[in-house]
């Protein structure tokens, strides 16, 4: 296997780190498995690919594409001291509020610090809200059911790989496949269990902040750095992990026939605002 | 007598301080129709891809009779890179390559100077790219200063310089190896004096 094939960094090392860890989670923890040690594969698993497709960063980093894999770092890490501290609610709120806006100003703290226009101050303003949104709606989803946040992200990050690789910024696409990946591997195991347990996995804070976090960051990198990224198609991203919503009112029932259908329907649907959002990417470039 | 010698030298010398071939340290800006920036790098073993840049400004201050003293500062729109395909060259203005939206300019302001020929030299300075400076050596040839026709008889510079740098020295490691580490950089450039 070539190393150095971006499909083998980007899809095929971080699927197999998750995989591997996520299913070593199942083993500790009892029925639940560790959701702690789960988040840990995943956040890894992000970081390895980062690592493959660009190397480890210097620190303190110099350019913004540099700063993403320091910005997962703090995501995983505020994820996991939330999985640690039994997860607070009110705490957990504070880390999705803060965090988009903590990656918006380490990453144009260039032009913050020479003075910004009025116009970049609402564009990142409406960043801040809008990964906020993103991460506070993925949270409530993975509170009821770690699956379909789990699906949720993987289509988000999807969405985000077509907008990045139409921009082009190629380096982000993989960086967006690799979240899906890692969190393809979670999703597999969540789904597995809720077939045959019947009870659906968790999905702890350190997965969700590591992926969904990493995801909020790459699109702030790609609205703020990729000149003609379309910013229509950016900003209808928010819309997929909303997708999950119109999925959770299924009339499904709760036997092994629902269990098997239901996440290939939510796949489905949220496949709607991802097809839309690649479709605004083609048609409205940002030249 | 001597008085009037004195005026033929004074003349002569005053001549010759205003000719072309003048051997005081003069400044130079760079034609920037006439200079060209071009470079090459490794695309997948296979051949180079070829570029340039196409916004290039610089001054020199160059003294033929004594090269140390010469010093040259050059900046250079990265957006302005044209590899003859649109695409890739919006590719390499994306924050993968060149992060153009983050660092719109890089430059060069040279340290040292060293004559090692008849008509050549070495030109030390610093390259800033992608916000990381790091100490370039250009291999340069003096091809000539003479008056130019096309400017008026304005003296005018010329030179071609070289040197090949590796782009993840400045943090752009996108695509390693399969896109070459080395970049051959040649720059050929006319100078009027200003």
Same mark, same amino acid.
């Given at each position: 296997?070539?190393?150095?094939?971006?499909?083998?960094?980007?899809?095929?090392?971080?699927?197999?780190?998750?995989?591997?860890?996520?299913?070593?989670?199942?083993?500790?923890?009892?029925?639940?498995?560790?959701?702690?040690?789960?988040?840990?594969?995943?956040?890894?698993?992000?970081?390895?690919?980062?690592?493959?497709?660009?190397?480890?960063?210097?620190?303190?980093?110099?350019?913004?594409?540099?700063?993403?894999?320091?910005?997962?770092? &703090?995501?995983?890490?505020?994820?996991?001291?939330?999985?640690?501290?039994?997860?607070?609610?009110?705490?957990?709120?504070?880390? /999705?509020?803060?965090?988009?806006?903590?990656?918006?100003?380490? &990453?144009?703290?260039?032009?913050?610090?020479?003075?910004?226009?009025?116009?970049?101050?609402?564009?990142?303003? &409406?960043?801040?809200?809008?990964?906020?949104?993103?991460?506070?709606?993925?949270?409530?989803?993975?509170?009821?059911?770690?699956?379909?946040?789990? /699906?949720?992200?993987?289509?988000?990050?999807?969405?985000?790989?077509?907008?990045?690789?139409?921009?082009?910024?190629?380096?982000?696409?993989?960086?967006?496949?690799?979240?899906?990946?890692?969190?393809?591997?979670?999703?597999?195991?969540?789904?597995?269990?809720?077939?045959?347990?019947?009870?659906?996995?968790?999905?702890?804070?350190?997965?969700?902040?590591?992926?969904?976090?990493?995801?909020?960051?790459?699109?702030?990198?790609?609205?703020?750095?990729?000149?003609?990224?379309?910013?229509?198609?950016?900003?209808? &991203?928010?819309?997929?992990?909303?997708?999950?919503?119109?999925?959770?009112?299924?009339?499904?029932?709760?036997?092994? /026939?629902?269990?098997?259908?239901?996440?290939?329907?939510?796949?489905?649907?949220?496949?709607?605002?991802?097809?839309?959002? /690649?479709?605004?990417?083609?048609?409205?470039?940002?030249? | 007598?001597?008085?009037?010698?004195?005026?033929?030298?004074?003349?002569?010398? @005053?001549?010759?301080?205003?000719?072309?071939?003048?051997?005081?340290?003069?400044?130079?800006?760079?034609?920037?129709?006439?200079?060209?920036?071009?470079?090459?790098?490794?695309?997948?073993?296979?051949?180079?891809?070829?570029?340039?840049? @196409?916004?290039?400004?610089?001054?020199?201050?160059?003294?033929?009779?004594?090269?140390?003293?010469?010093?040259?500062?050059?900046?250079?729109?990265?957006?302005?890179?044209?590899?003859?395909?649109?695409?890739? #060259?919006?590719?390499?203005?994306?924050?993968?390559?060149? #992060?153009?939206?983050?660092?719109?300019?890089?430059?060069?302001?040279?340290?040292?100077?060293?004559? *090692?020929?008849?008509?050549?030299?070495?030109?030390?300075?610093?390259? *800033?790219?992608?916000?990381?400076?790091?100490?370039? *050596?250009?291999?340069?040839?003096? #091809?000539?200063?003479?008056?130019?026709?096309? #400017?008026?008889?304005?003296?005018?510079?010329?030179?071609?310089?070289?040197?090949?740098?590796?782009?993840?020295?400045?943090?752009?490691?996108?695509?390693?190896?399969?896109?070459?580490?080395?970049?051959?950089?040649?720059?050929?450039?006319?100078?009027?004096?200003?």
């Amino acid at each position: 296997m070539d190393t150095s094939n971006p499909i083998f960094q980007a899809i095929i090392a971080p699927f197999a780190v998750a995989f591997v860890v996520v299913g070593a989670s199942r083993l500790i923890g009892g029925r639940s498995g560790s959701a702690l040690l789960a988040g840990l594969g995943v956040a890894g698993a992000l970081l390895l690919a980062l690592a493959l497709l660009r190397g480890v960063p210097p620190f303190p980093p110099n350019s913004s594409p540099e700063k993403l894999f320091y910005l997962i770092v &703090l995501a995983g890490a505020l994820g996991l001291a939330l999985d640690l501290a039994g997860r607070p609610q009110a705490l957990e709120r504070l880390a /999705i509020l803060a965090f988009p806006a903590i990656g918006l100003v380490w &990453l144009d703290l260039r032009q913050l610090l020479a003075g910004p226009e009025r116009a970049l101050l609402i564009e990142l303003v &409406l960043l801040w809200l809008g990964g906020a949104v993103v991460l506070w709606r993925l949270r409530d989803a993975a509170a009821r059911n770690g699956l379909t946040a789990a /699906i949720l992200v993987i289509a988000t990050a999807i969405g985000v790989a077509a907008v990045a690789a139409l921009a082009p910024f190629m380096g982000l696409a993989l960086a967006s496949a690799a979240v899906g990946a890692a969190m393809g591997a979670l999703a597999i195991w969540a789904y597995g269990t809720l077939i045959l347990g019947g009870t659906p996995m968790t999905i702890g804070a350190t997965a969700l902040f590591a992926a969904a976090g990493g995801l909020v960051v790459m699109v702030q990198l790609l609205v703020l750095f990729t000149p003609a990224a379309s910013k229509p198609a950016a900003a209808f &991203l928010v819309i997929v992990p909303f997708s999950g919503l119109v999925a959770e009112r299924l009339p499904l029932d709760s036997g092994v /026939i629902g269990r098997i259908l239901g996440p290939i329907l939510q796949g489905a649907i949220a496949a709607v605002p991802v097809l839309a959002t /690649i479709g605004l990417a083609y048609l409205l470039p940002d030249d | 007598m001597r008085l009037a010698k004195l005026s033929v030298l004074t003349a002569l010398a @005053t001549a010759l301080l205003l000719s072309p071939d003048a051997q005081a340290a003069d400044k130079y800006r760079l034609d920037p129709v006439h200079t060209f920036v071009v470079f090459k790098v490794a695309d997948l073993g296979y051949a180079h891809v070829v570029g340039w840049f @196409t916004d290039v400004a610089g001054e020199l201050t160059f003294d033929p009779a004594d090269v140390s003293k010469s010093e040259l500062s050059v900046t250079i729109k990265t957006a302005s890179i044209d590899t003859h395909y649109e695409p890739r #060259n919006k590719d390499l203005m994306s924050p993968d390559f060149l #992060n153009v939206a983050e660092f719109p300019e890089m430059t060069f302001t040279s340290t040292a100077s060293e004559k *090692t020929g008849d008509k050549t030299g070495t030109v030390t300075g610093d390259l *800033t790219l992608l916000g990381v400076t790091k100490p370039v *050596t250009l291999e340069v040839t003096f #091809n000539q200063i003479a008056p130019n026709p096309f #400017n008026s008889d304005t003296p005018t510079a010329g030179f071609t310089a070289h040197t090949v740098i590796k782009r993840s020295d400045f943090g752009m490691t996108a695509y390693l190896p399969a896109i070459g580490d080395e970049v051959d950089i040649t720059i050929d450039a006319q100078a009027p004096r200003m």
